[in-house]
């Protein structure tokens, strides 16, 4: 029983080192993704803007939002 558990905690471990996290950065189109008839359904009439893009005044600050960063799914 005990060779049967480490055999499998010795598994475990080898598959475990390709799980590792990435941290890729891609770019990707959000334009075609708008322009769905579920992204208009979802958005109504609320503009979007992204990044650098040119928008109206800000009518209405509600401040900042501050979260736990502590707190995670498995806290």
């Known amino acids: ?3 049967l558990t480490l055999a499998c905690v010795l ?3 080898l598959f ?3 799980s590792f996290a ?8 959000v334009q075609a ?10 958005l109504l009439d609320i503009p ?3 990044a ?7 009518k209405k600050t509600y401040g900042e939002v501050i979260t736990n960063k502590k707190t995670n799914a498995f806290n």
């Open 16 to 18: 475990s080192a390709s």
């Open 52 to 58: 650098d893009q040119s928008h109206n005044t800000i």
């Open 1 to 3: 029983m005990k060779l």
């Open 22 to 29: 990435r941290d890729d950065l891609q770019t990707l189109p």
């Open 48 to 50: 979007l803007y992204f």
């Open 11 to 13: 598994v475990a471990c």
């Open 33 to 42: 993704l708008l322009e769905t008839t579920k992204a208009k359904q979802a």
